[in-house]
Structures are given as C-alpha cells and as structure tokens.
Nanobody
Framework: QVQVVESGGGEVQAGGSLRLSCTTS????????MGWFRQAPGKEREGISS????????YYADSVKGRFTISRDNDKSTLYLQMNKLSPEDTAMYYC????????????????????WGQGTQVTVSS
C-alpha cells in the first residue's frame, strides 16, 4: 500500500520560512518524479514545483520562483520544499504527489500524471 505523508506546515509571519517534508512508503521512490501542489480556499489547485526522479531537473511556478527550493533524498524516500520569504498569498493546503517516471511524458509533468497524493499540510502566513 502506497502512503504519501506531508509534514512541516504551520503558521508563520510574513517574511518567514518553513520547510515541508513528504515521506513515502510502498513505492520505489527513485522511480517517481515528485511534485508539490497547493490549494487556497476558493482557488484551483496549483502546481508550484516538481523534481525528476534523480533530481536532475526541477520546475518552479512563477509565483514561487526564487523563494522556494525543491529537493529530494532518495535514500530516505523523502521530498522537501524549502519556502522562504513567505507572504500571506502563500497561505494554502500544500500537497505532495508522485508521478511514475518510467512513463513518458512532458516536463514539467501535468497534474494528471501524478498518481499518488498525500492528504496535505496547512501553511498559514500572517501579515
């Protein structure tokens, strides 16, 4: 059984930082491209960052570029998202997802490519 579990969310003041983690089990982590998504109340889910199975390529949405950094540790089957210079606009539920890298496709992956999803971790940024 595949499990994807996010952690590290919380409440922080504007300008602060948080580091999200996503641990996986039940899958061969380095067979999967990984992505971070977020959804704010009343808004559609947004893909904000992704990383290839080996970490060689990354993607950032314009909304987070220069402030967020995605990384992965394949030995620990864990994905990270370092978030700096947070603003109230970053307030959302953050989700981790996995896409099978053995299946061809475009880069960055589309949301439909992601087959395993976590339950999310809430990030709240106060002004």
């Amino acid at each position: 059984q595949v499990q994807v579990v996010e952690s590290g969310g919380g409440e922080v003041q504007a300008g602060g930082s948080l580091r999200l983690s996503c641990t996986t089990s039940g899958l061969k982590f380095d067979d999967y491209d990984m992505g971070w998504f977020r959804q704010a109340p009343g808004k559609e889910r947004e893909g904000i960052s992704s990383i290839t199975w080996g970490g060689g390529s990354t993607y950032y949405a314009d909304s987070v570029k220069g402030r967020f950094t995605i990384s992965r540790d394949n030995d620990k089957s864990t994905l990270y998202l370092q978030m700096n210079k947070l603003s109230p606009e970053d307030t959302a539920m953050y989700y981790c997802a996995a896409a099978d890298a053995r299946i061809g496709g475009v880069w960055p992956r589309t949301e439909d490519d992601y087959v395993y999803w976590g339950q999310g971790t809430q990030v709240t940024v106060s002004s």
